[in-house]
C-alpha cells in the first residue's frame, strides 16, 4: 500500500490533517469574502479607500505572527497539544461568533478585529501541528506526512479563495450565508480535533514569558544557535518572500498585462496552487521516504527558471483594447497565454519541490524539548521576510516605476544567488548532524 494512503488511513495522522485543512480553509474563506466585501462596498461604515482597507486587513491577519509566535511556541512546547488544539478550535468558533455579528449588524472594525483574532489563532495553531508531526509519525513518514500537509494545505487555500468568493456573489449581499459558511467550518474543525490522539509531554519546566518582543527575540536566539536549523528556517521563508512577491502581483499581472477579469485571476491561482499540491506530493514519490535535501536544488532551479521563462512569456503577449477578457475568452487568444498559465503551474511544482523536504529536515532535525519553539522561530522569520517582500515589491513597482516583468527577472536572479548560498552552506552542517545521530 502507498505510504500516503496508509497514512490517510490511520487515527494518529489522518484527524490532525483534517483540522489542519478546516482551519487553513476558513482562513482564506473568511478573508476572501472580507476582501469582497470592503472592494464592492456591501459595509457601508468604510472610511478608507479600498486599497488601504485591503492592506490593513493582509496586515492584521500576520501581525500576530510578529507578536504572539514566540509565546505560541512556549506554550505548545509545555502543555498537552491535542487538548490545546482542541481549546483552539473552540476559540475559532467564538471568532467566527464575533465575525457573524460583524457581518449581520454591518460593523467594519468588528470583522477586521475578527480578522486579527483568526491570524493570532493560526500564529497559536502553527508550533503545535508541526511539532506534532514528528510526533505522530516514524521517521520513515515524515516526507509523506509533510507532503500530504503542503498538498491538503494548497488546496485549502485555494478552495477557501474560491468558495468565499462564491458564497458572496451568489448571496448578492446576504451576509447570513457567508456567516453560517464560516460557523460550520469552524465547528467542522473542532470536531476532527476531538479524535486527535492524547500526544505525550516532554518533561519541561518551561515558563511561559507572556513578554512577546522578549520572548520573540529569545526565541529567534536560540534557532541562532543550532547552525543547520537556522539555515533551514531562512531557506523556508525565502519560499515565502519568493510566493509573496508572485502571489501578490497575480491581480495586477491578469489585469495590466494579460487583459484578463477577476476569474482569471482566480484561474491563475488555482494552477499556483494545484502545482504546488502536486509537487508536494510528487516530491516524496521521487525522493523516497527518507528526509533528505535532494529534491531542494531541482525545486530551487525550477523557481528561477519558471520565473524567467514566466517574465518571458509576458512579453509576449499581444496588446488587447475594450472589456477585460473572460475565462473562455482567454482560452482562444494568442499562445503566449497558454505559456503563462504552465510557467505558474511550473512555479508551484517547484515550490513544492522546494518547501517539503525543509519543513520535513526542519522537524527531524529539531531538539524534541524545543521543537514547537524553533517552528514559532520559522514563523517569525516568514512573517519578516512576508513584509519585506511587500516592501520590496512597493519600492520596485511603485517608487521605481519598474515593468512587473524585470520586477520577476530580479526576484529569479536572487532566488538562485540565494538557493546557492543555502546549498552550499546546508550540506556540510548536514552531514555532520546526520553523523551525530548515528553517533
Not at 473568511?30 to 496586515?59: H, M, P, R
Not at 471568532?95 to 460583524?102: D, E, K, P, Q
Not at 547552525?227 to 495586477?252: R, V
Amino acid at each position: 500500500m502507498d505510504n500516503k494512503e496508509h497514512l490517510l488511513g490511520t487515527r494518529r495522522f489522518l484527524p490532525m490533517f483534517i483540522t489542519q485543512f478546516f482551519g487553513a480553509l476558513n482562513d482564506n474563506v473568511y478573508k476572501q469574502a472580507l476582501l469582497l466585501v470592503i472592494t464592492y462596498g456591501w459595509i457601508q461604515q468604510q472610511t478608507a479607500d479600498v486599497s488601504t482597507l485591503n492592506n490593513l486587513a493582509a496586515l492584521l491577519f500576520i501581525l500576530p505572527y510578529f507578536i504572539f509566535s514566540a509565546t505560541a511556541g512556549q506554550i505548545a512546547d509545555k502543555y498537552e497539544r491535542s487538548r490545546l488544539v482542541r481549546y483552539l478550535k473552540i476559540s475559532e468558533i467564538i471568532i467566527m461568533i464575533l465575525a457573524t455579528v460583524g457581518f449581520l449588524i454591518g460593523n467594519l472594525w468588528l470583522l477586521l478585529l475578527a480578522l486579527f483574532l483568526l491570524g493570532t489563532h493560526s500564529t497559536f495553531f502553527g508550533p503545535i501541528k508541526y511539532a506534532i508531526l514528528p510526533e505522530i509519525l516514524k521517521p520513515n513518514e515524515l516526507m509523506s506526512g509533510n507532503a500530504l500537509f503542503q498538498s491538503g494545505t494548497s488546496m485549502a487555500i485555494l478552495i477557501g479563495m474560491i468558495l468565499g468568493g462564491a458564497v458572496i456573489s451568489l448571496s448578492q449581499g446576504n451576509l447570513v450565508w457567508i456567516s453560517s459558511t464560516v460557523l460550520i467550518i469552524a465547528v467542522l474543525g473542532y470536531i476532527s480535533s476531538t479524535f486527535i490522539l492524547k500526544q505525550k509531554v516532554n518533561p519541561n519546566n518551561i515558563q511561559v514569558d507572556w513578554n512577546f518582543f522578549r520572548t520573540s527575540f529569545q526565541t529567534l536566539k536560540y534557532a541562532k544557535s543550532l547552525p543547520l536549523i537556522f539555515t533551514i528556517l531562512l531557506g523556508n521563508s525565502w519560499y515565502w518572500f519568493y510566493g509573496a512577491t508572485y502571489l501578490t502581483q497575480i491581480p495586477q499581472l491578469t489585469q495590466q498585462y494579460l487583459y484578463g477579469n477577476e476569474n482569471v485571476v482566480s484561474l491563475l491561482l488555482t494552477f499556483f496552487s494545484v502545482g504546488i499540491g502536486v509537487g508536494s506530493l510528487l516530491c516524496r514519490k521521487i525522493g523516497g521516504t527518507e528526509v533528505n535535501i535532494k529534491m531542494v536544488p531541482i525545486g530551487a532551479i525550477g523557481l528561477t527558471v519558471f520565473a524567467l521563462y514566466l517574465a518571458a512569456s509576458i512579453s509576449f503577449v499581444p496588446a488587447h483594447t475594450g472589456e477585460l477578457l473572460s475565462l473562455t475568452e482567454v482560452f482562444h487568444q494568442h499562445t503566449s497565454y497558454y505559456h503563462v498559465m504552465i510557467a505558474i503551474t511550473l512555479l508551484g511544482i517547484s515550490g513544492g519541490f522546494y518547501i517539503v523536504p525543509l519543513y520535513a529536515m526542519m522537524q527531524a532535525y529539531s531538539p524534541c524539548s524545543h521543537r514547537a519553539r524553533v517552528v514559532a522561530a520559522n514563523n517569525i522569520l516568514n512573517a519578516i521576510f512576508m513584509v519585506t517582500s511587500a516592501i520590496f515589491s512597493i519600492i520596485v513597482l511603485s517608487i521605481l516605476n519598474i515593468d512587473m516583468k524585470i520586477l520577476f527577472c530580479i526576484t529569479a536572479i536572487l532566488s538562485a544567488i540565494f538557493s546557492i548560498w543555502l546549498l552550499i552552506r546546508i550540506k556540510p552542517l548536514l552531514k555532520t548532524a546526520q553523523l551525530s545521530l548515528e553517533d
